[in-house]
């Protein structure tokens, strides 16, 4: 069939042609939304999951409808080396502008205190001063967010920003991706500011994505955060999503599946929506016509494994080093095709070393975003197929 028709669309953050299966969460923000114009207390969300699950599509998606709502919004990608503070003041900046509040003078207050916040740097981010200013053109504010303590500092800045919000009747909403990896003062801040924003009922949410381990590291930071947020936990698409996800844009385009493409194609994708988007696209070139049969799906499985090995599986491998690699390996063999969580203990005697020798490969992977601790004592892959991928490759 015609590859410029192909509707599919298997990329990093890219919106799928049809976002099935996501109605459940869809529905709740609207909810949150709605509480919040109605003056109502409301948590501030956190979405989990492996990756390839569609949590930075949804969470692009959860800031179009508080765009559509009139709400100011900004967006973070967390890194692991890098402190918020730069990137909140960003964010919010862009935030502030989308509400378009009508007094500047009150507007211009608060964006003195951003100003201030911005440029009170860490001693480990000193070395940007010199490189970065916020595009603020008032003076910076005194005696509020400028102490340097990340922790006072974004209570007292978030605390202003709502307050404008809400003399608008609308909201502010800052999105978090990858928040596994917010520094732990960072995080600590995070969740100071959304229970001292909850308690006043104030109009700014945070809405946070990251892998299955982020609930363990917000906790880690607050008891209180497993009362902070409203955890959801993003998965495979069942049945009838991924059905959905395949055929809605096939037939806008005038083209349908045989019912046992659909079966081959679940089989291989797993539910999965990155891979039922690779899946398709590839089996949509291969089809000569329609309706697609499950003979096209087999032609196109290779074709689609090899670009999963190389682009979505070989990537990420190839970022580990030697030590980390083995680690991995033992982790495959032991976890299986379906790359189950096994025990640090179980790998450490695969490799016939010590589990202590191993805590440094191990530490890396999970900081790099290839594994995350399942729970104390156990260890698993981010990424789904990726044990599966490890079998079928050895090193």
Sequence with gaps: MDPVRNPYAPGAGQRPPELAGRDDELSAFDVVLERIARGRPERSLVLTGLRGVGKTVLLNQLRSAAIGRGWGTGKIEARPDQSLRRPVSSALHMALRELRHPDQESMDAVLGVLKAFAQRLSPADAKLRDRWQPGIDVPAGTGRADSGDMEIDLVELLSDAAGLAADVGKGIALFVDEMQDVQPADVSAICAACHELSQQGAPL??????????????????????????????????????DRALLAPAEREEVTFEPAALDALYDAADGYPYFVQAYGKVTWDVAAASPVTAADVAMAAPVAEAELAVGFFGSRYDRA???????????????????????????????????????????????????????????????????????????
Aim: glycine letters at 8%; aromatic letters at 8%.
């Design 205 to 242: 949410i945070v809405v946070g994505a990251g892998l299955p381990h982020l609930p363990a590291v917000l906790s880690a930071s607050k008891s209180y955060s497993e009362r902070l947020f409203r955890y959801l936990r993003i998965d495979r698409l069942d049945r009838p999503a991924a």
């Design 321 to 395: 080093t030697p030590a980390e690699r083995e680690y991995m390996h033992a982790m495959a063999e032991l976890g299986g095709p379906a790359g189950t969580a096994v025990a640090t203990a179980e790998v450490a005697a695969t490799l016939g070393r010590k589990p202590a020798s191993l805590s440094p490969a191990r530490d890396s992977l999970i900081k790099k975003g290839l594994v995350y601790s399942a729970e104390r004592g156990q260890i698993a892959f981010t990424v789904p197929h990726f044990g599966r991928y490890l079998l079928h490759h050895p090193d």
